[in-house]
């Protein structure tokens, strides 16, 4: 089976863990059987591999989080990357393309589409399967799952099958409506659309070319910044009559807020933090190395990263983002492909960075014009190259390039280094890649 | 009149902004009219300043806590110090006879003893004026501020006068009661005791002598860490026929808790931070460079610093320090004489920090054995000396000091360095200091 696993939006409805770079599914959050936390991409692509090792997944993602996708689940994911944000029609199309004309794909074989954001149980991964061999059999063009509603919600589009069985012809779409429209829709047997679907691959290529001018992925993929905006539910679905719906009434719930998210916390903490006996319903996620202590609180979270604070009544922390909007600073951390980096300390004419390279990883070779920079290696070690000279390094060297000299380094272990930049201009932009040279 | 300003105890009821380093009389919280925060110690040393230009104070205080006294009061400021904790008895008779053998005070002189960390506003001062001057006119050996109670706390000794004037023999003075005793007291017409009292110079130094056998200042001082720990309540106040007691009605609170504390501060938020509407009584004191951010909370107070982050129902805040008392880290910041230090990150083999001298300072010239350091200077300029070589300093200079060598810094400008430390046992009693090299 092919799955697309589709990896959208950055979010700051989960601020301060999710800001420009990292969007929520890159958070680690759910704690594992080893003790250990992964994040929602993680957690969903592990269960994948669980309920079917074969499951061939790509992820369809844009280019900011191709490092994230890497970090965390490794080089070998298959990843098919939007040059820019298109919304769900054009990455459909472009992934379907991928598979197609990159990976070989056969056209009669059946892919599913779903988001990386849902929180499920392994039966979501067994309805995906079914979902899979329905459009296999040519049963229908497009097969949707539609999830059993458990209120009536205005955040989700609603799927009104023809009848009750449990794989039934679609009746119509209909788009987010309002609580009471909400009411109507479901008395009427209506399921909230999640986004998850399959087809046969040959059937959103065809659908793709009809609307879009390409030849193939390459093609496709050079003019994608040109591409309308324009979801799969109003390019393909609404107007696709041979389509049917299967219901699924398993876990299935969108942790887009810290209200959802903390619900499928296991703990009450994660990360250094204490509650007193007298709080009631509060959790702390906590990124910092100092602790957090909370007292007589209740229905509250507390969330800390190098970028901030929140302490927000859970009902009232979804009407976060407008606030975060406002909060205007550079971004305090991030996970590269290489490794991460957090910034320390910001001065005027400074700035302080933790940079950790993982194993066997390396920057890019690249220059800066308007700042010099110092590496204090703290831990591990592995080689600097700057103006081609090659040298080994280890924790307790430090290494000086000037303005203009071109630098970078290796990872031999994982390495840990306090990168000091100094200069009155000190910006991201400030960046010349050059070829990485012979070692 | 000669003031002697008793700053006390480390406290960690006020965590995280006080720690075993920083008491709370230290922590910048209240605006001042330029915009600008100072702390207990500030605002009650300008109010004494403001009421009596002439008044002498006279600081007594630790030796953890003379770093901090200077750094916030300057360096003219006069300070009597405790070579270690030895309750109020001993530090007034250090600080009485520092007055008479150091400053040549003469006996006859009133000295007015007061807390350095209450609450108050000018009339205050205005009221331990009169007390000086009751002393002076010796009407009693002990002249004793009695504040109206204005509830039956159990956290005060009481003292209860002879009768309802202004200024009445005292009858009785009585320890901390329960709350019901408490209000027995106060419909006998009792007074709290704040520990502010006024008496001649010759007094103390007498009951010291009988006490204490000692010489002079030098001779005390030398012997200071082998004296009894006792109160000057229990020792001298309790057992003195001849004393009186003034009472104010003015404002006067204790700021210990951060219940109290934040009643005294005149904005919501202290530092970057935000409150959405939803918010009732909530107060931010923010010392870290993020922006913390509240949303529906109510009675809550929020604070950050290097340390850690607290988040409190007000009422339950003064339950926090047997929780403070469970954080085993090391200290993440600290006010110096010199300027201030703050930890940006410690991994297992190395810790980054964040060091500012103030203009004119210097650090001692020191060595360490079992740690290199690195010098990267971001701000400001002035001179290294590095086994004895003198080499002038500023933005992005790199200064390497293998374990074993002798180093120290001067600062001619504010001047900021981020420090590293590279080594398997970094420990702050791994320190070993050297005469000042001549320049």
């Known amino acids: 089976m092919h799955i697309i696993l589709l990896s959208g939006g950055s979010g700051k409805r989960l601020w301060p863990l999710s800001n420009d770079i990292r969007s929520k599914q890159f958070i680690k959050i ?72 990159e990976k070989g794909v056969p056209g009669e074989e059946p892919v599913v589409v779903c988001p990386v954001d849902p929180y499920v149980e392994k039966d979501y991964f067994e309805a995906l399967k079914k979902l899979g061999e329905i459009a296999r059999c ?63 691959l040959k059937y959103v290529l065809e659908k793709a070319h009809e609307l879009i001018d390409f030849r193939d992925y390459q093609d496709l ?34 942790l887009g807020t810290w209200n959802t998210l903390t619900e499928a916390m296991e703990e009450t903490c994660i990360g250094k933090g204490m509650v007193n006996q007298a709080c009631e319903n509060v959790h702390i996620v906590n990124e910092l190395d100092v602790p957090v202590l909370c007292m007589g609180l209740k229905d509250v979270v507390v969330s800390a990263s190098p970028e901030g604070i929140l302490v927000s009544d859970k009902e009232q922390s979804s009407y976060i983002k407008p606030f975060v909007d406002k909060i205007d600073q550079q971004v305090m951390f991030a996970e590269k492909s290489w490794g991460s980096f957090r910034v320390l300390d910001a001065t005027e004419e400074s700035l302080t960075i933790k940079v950790t390279l993982n194993p066997g990883n390396k920057m890019n070779y690249h220059s800066h014009e308007r700042r010099d920079e110092v590496w204090n290696v703290i831990s591990g070690c592995g080689r600097s190259i700057i103006d081609g000279q090659v040298r080994s390094i280890k924790a307790g060297d430090v290494l000086d390039m000037k303005a203009g000299s071109r630098h970078t380094v290796l990872a031999d272990t994982e390495l840990k280094i306090i990168e000091i930049q100094f200069g009155k201009e000190i910006s991201v932009q400030d960046k010349q890649k050059f070829e990485f040279p012979a070692l």
Chains 1, 2 share one sequence.
């Open 30 to 101: 759910f704690k594992t059987q080893t003790g250990e936390y992964e994040s929602m991409v993680q957690r969903m692509y592990h269960q994948i591999r669980e309920v079917d090792q074969d499951a061939a997944v790509t992820v369809a993602t844009s280019k900011t989080q191709v490092s994230s996708i890497h970090n965390q689940l490794g080089d070998k994911v298959s990843v098919c990357v939007e040059s820019s944000r298109r919304d769900t029609f054009p990455a459909i199309a472009l992934a379907s393309a991928y598979l197609h004309d």
């Open 138 to 200: 040519g049963e229908a063009k497009l097969v949707f799952m539609g999830m059993e509603p458990t209120y009536p919600s205005e955040k989700y589009g609603y799927i009104i099958p023809e009848d009750a069985n449990t794989v039934s012809r679609v009746a119509t779409f209909k788009e987010k409506p309002d609580a009471r429209t909400a009411e109507q829709y479901i008395r009427q047997g209506a399921l909230w659309n999640g986004g998850v679907f399959a087809y046969q």
């Open 221 to 254: 993929a050079a003019k994608y910044g040109t591409l309308d905006k324009i979801s799969f539910d109003y390019a393909v679905a609404e107007k696709e009559k041979d389509s049917k719906v299967m219901r699924f009434q398993g876990q299935w719930k969108d």
